[in-house]
């Protein structure tokens, strides 16, 4: 019923910025919160910044990444700079979403994008 598509991503140096972009489309009355979350091999799914009633961040991305949300578009953007290498990951749109009024929220996830972060 939603789908959310990413774009963004790929390989860079430590030090230099990328930009992640996920659109939802599909049967959407409400966007409660869009956001992203990344894994790392190994590792759990964290989240990284979430915008809805609040904007959070990760402790480890506050101060270099920041999450804008355009409504009209149903988009979100992460803005990330100073990357590190540690920063590399899997990065994954997470929205929640209500299809009509009255219904419960939906969560939905993008298909993710690859972020490399190496010399």
């Known amino acids: 019923q939603v789908q959310l598509v990413e774009s963004g991503g790929g390989l860079v140096q430590p030090g230099e910025s990328l930009r992640l972009s996920c659109a939802a489309s599909?049967?959407?009355?409400?966007?409660?919160?869009m956001g992203w979350y990344r894994q790392a091999p190994g590792n759990q799914r964290e989240l990284v910044a979430a915008?809805?009633?609040?904007?959070i961040y990760a402790d480890s991305v506050k101060g270099r990444f920041t999450i804008s949300r355009d409504n009209a578009k149903s988009t979100v953007t992460l803005q990330m700079n100073s990357l590190k290498p540690e920063d590399t990951a899997v990065y994954y749109c997470?929205?929640?979403?209500?299809?009509?009024?009255?219904?419960?929220?939906?969560?939905?996830w993008g298909q993710g994008t690859q972020v490399t972060v190496s010399s």
């Open positions: 915008s809805g009633a609040q904007t």
């Open positions: 599909g049967s959407i009355f409400n966007i409660n919160a």
């Open positions: 997470h929205a929640v979403i209500v299809h009509t009024y009255g219904s419960g929220p939906s969560v939905y």
